[in-house]
């Protein structure tokens, strides 16, 4: 009877599953988007809103909006 190989380390395994994406053409990226959850995130979003909805231009933004938005009604 073979003796039981101990599982492969994770950073084994990651090494891996690396050099299979790259064979494959795929390189890997690191991007860094907005923290949506931050309190600071929340407050510019709703300052801006306000910007927007006092514009003198608001019902031709919101028009725009609406005409780009799908909205599920085809």
């Known amino acids: 009877m073979?003796?039981?190989?101990?599982p492969k380390p994770?950073?084994?395994?990651?090494?891996e599953h690396r050099k299979r994406q790259r064979e494959q053409g795929l390189r890997p990226i690191e991007i860094w988007a907005p923290d949506v959850r931050s309190?600071?995130?929340?407050?510019?979003?709703?300052?801006?809103?306000?910007?927007?909805?006092?514009?003198?231009?608001?019902?031709?933004?919101q028009a725009f909006i609406d005409a780009a938005s799908d909205g599920g009604d085809r």
Not at 2 to 6: T, Y
Not at 10 to 15: L, Q, S, T
């Open 2 to 6: 073979a003796p039981a190989s101990s």
């Open 10 to 15: 994770a950073r084994m395994k990651v090494r």
């Open 39 to 61: 309190p600071a995130f929340c407050a510019e979003a709703r300052r801006q809103s306000v910007v927007v909805a006092a514009s003198a231009h608001a019902s031709d933004n």
